[in-house]
T-cell receptor, first 113, second 113 residues
Framework: GAGVSQSPRYKVAKRGQDVALRCDPI?????LFWYQQALGQGPEFLTY????????KSGLPSDRFFAERPEGSVSTLKIQRTQQEDSAVYLC???????????FGDGTRLSIL | AQRVTQPEKLLSVFKGAPVELKCNYS??????LFWYVQYSRQRLQLLLR??SRESIKGFTADLNKGETSFHLKKPFAQEEDSAMYYC???????????????FGAGTRLAVHP
């Protein structure tokens, strides 16, 4: 693939619904990051995977947020019982190894009504 | 606490004028600094990193540890430079060896003909 692919590009959900956001990293990239970008702000770190291991989840804002990467490739960010403050763009980035430059996807714009 | 400050939300210049996008950081160890750029309707992409000490698209940035700054400069702005610019910080000391990025809020550069 040409780059990091995220789906869906846009997601509208009602408050209280669960959502799942998908990230397809560049093939062979070991490291995968999720960021949350609120309107008018820079991206904020959520969580980091090295292969299938979630090594850092310090940025997840609450226990409603859950991320997985079971086979060390595709990753899913799940948000349960969504709240209006969850509305943001969710960015996924991957890199060849831990300290190599990160390549970002287009993001998923999540709107909670 | 680790923090990146971009004091200007918008920088408006005329084509051919010099550009300086300001970035200040707060970090107690040895940081690695980056500039990311997002052109209209495109994804976030790495512009340059301080350890590379290279010039990309005519832009340069020098890490000044005394002033804790990493300002982005270009001597002659072009219309195609119009974009959103984010300064970002990473430090292996607090991130266990991977580039967990902390972003500033971004500066929108508008270059007018």
């Amino acid at each position: 693939g040409a780059g990091v692919s995220q789906s869906p590009r846009y997601k509208v959900a009602k408050r209280g619904q669960d959502v799942a956001l998908r990230c397809d990293p560049i093939s062979g990239h070991v490291s995968l990051f999720w960021y949350q970008q609120a309107l008018g702000q820079g991206p904020e770190f959520l969580t980091y995977f090295q292969n299938e291991a979630q090594l850092d989840k310090s940025g997840l804002p609450s226990d409603r947020f859950f991320a997985e990467r079971p086979e060390g490739s595709v990753s899913t960010l799940k948000i349960q019982r969504t709240q209006q403050e969850d509305s943001a763009v969710y960015l996924c980035a991957s890199s060849l190894s831990a300290n190599q430059p990160q390549h970002f996807g287009d993001g998923t714009r999540l709107s909670i009504l | 606490a680790q923090r990146v400050t971009q004091p200007e939300k918008l920088l408006s210049v005329f084509k051919g004028a010099p550009v300086e996008l300001k970035c200040n950081y707060s970090y107690s160890g040895s940081p690695e600094l980056f500039w990311y750029v997002q052109y209209s309707r495109q994804r976030l992409q790495l512009l340059l990193r301080h350890i590379s000490r290279e010039s990309i698209k005519g832009f340069t940035a020098d890490l000044n540890k005394g002033e804790t700054s990493f300002h982005l400069k270009k001597p002659f702005a072009q219309e195609e430079d119009s974009a959103m610019y984010y300064c970002a910080l990473s430090g292996r000391g607090f991130s266990g060896g991977y580039n967990k990025l902390i972003f500033g809020a971004g500066t929108r550069l508008a270059v007018h003909p």
